[in-house]
């Protein structure tokens, strides 16, 4: 079945970086583009961006662009997302998640099980 | 950006009843619009896509309809495990965005 498992909860002081990875299987994973969602604590979702396992492109929502990076590796099917500059307002639950495929290609289909980061002094 | 807005931002409901959520795009978005279920603690979990296209394995009480500006999930008979928040996301545009969410409380 398919599968995107996150790497554990993390915390960190401001201004460090981090990073969250989300090894995937049950599927042709270079076939596919995934993108990373949060959620801070009690509030909504926000889309951060998505990338193509199939030849690394990308698409950055505005407001994390200076910051925030997205990779992946065909060779472990896993992919990675780096936020640098970190702030309290970055505490949440990063979430990965595949996207369908040609018409529905921006369709948020399966989810990782998500990763707390916490930001703290 | 596409503002998402969802009403209500919650509701009372009992188990059997027939619930709908409506999710309203700042701008056309033809029917490029999914639904999500979040269960507390949990990651959401796809529920309909294309406006009203059920995900694979979710079952059938779920529904959605609209296409434009405005868009409806109905549950038609509420079980247990539907007590849930529920997000609407539109997909015309970057960046993606989600509504603020509807909490169906009992």
């Known amino acids: 079945q398919i599968q995107l498992v996150q790497s554990g909860a993390d915390v960190k002081k401001p201004g460090a970086s981090v990073r969250v990875s989300c090894q995937t299987s049950?599927?042709?994973?270079?076939?596919?583009?995934l993108s990373w969602v949060r959620q801070a604590p009690g509030q909504g979702l926000e889309w951060m961006g998505w990338i193509s396992a199939y030849n690394d492109d990308t698409n950055y929502a505005p407001k994390l662009r200076d910051r925030f990076t997205m990779t992946t590796d065909t060779s472990t099917n896993t992919a990675y997302m780096d936020l640098r500059g970190l702030r309290s307002d970055d505490t949440a639950v990063y979430y990965c998640?595949?996207?369908?495929?040609?018409?529905?290609?921006?369709?948020?289909?399966?989810w990782g099980q998500g990763t707390l980061v916490t930001v703290s002094s | 950006d596409i503002q998402m807005t969802q009403s209500p931002s919650s509701l009372s409901a009992s188990v059997g009843d027939r619930v709908t959520i409506t999710c309203r795009a700042s701008?056309?978005?033809?029917?490029?619009l999914a639904w999500f279920q979040q269960r507390p603690g949990k990651a959401p979990k796809s529920l309909i896509y294309a406006a009203s296209s059920l995900q694979s394995g979710v079952p059938s009480k779920f529904s959605g309809s609209g296409s434009g500006t405005d868009f409806t999930l109905t549950i038609s008979s509420l079980q247990p495990e539907d007590f849930a928040t529920y997000y609407c996301q539109q997909y015309n545009s970057f960046p993606l965005t989600f509504g603020g969410g509807t909490t169906v409380e009992v």
């Open positions: 049950g599927y042709t994973f270079s076939n596919y583009a």
């Open positions: 701008q056309g978005i033809s029917n490029n």
């Open positions: 998640a595949r996207q369908g495929l040609g018409g529905q290609w921006l369709v948020l289909d399966y």
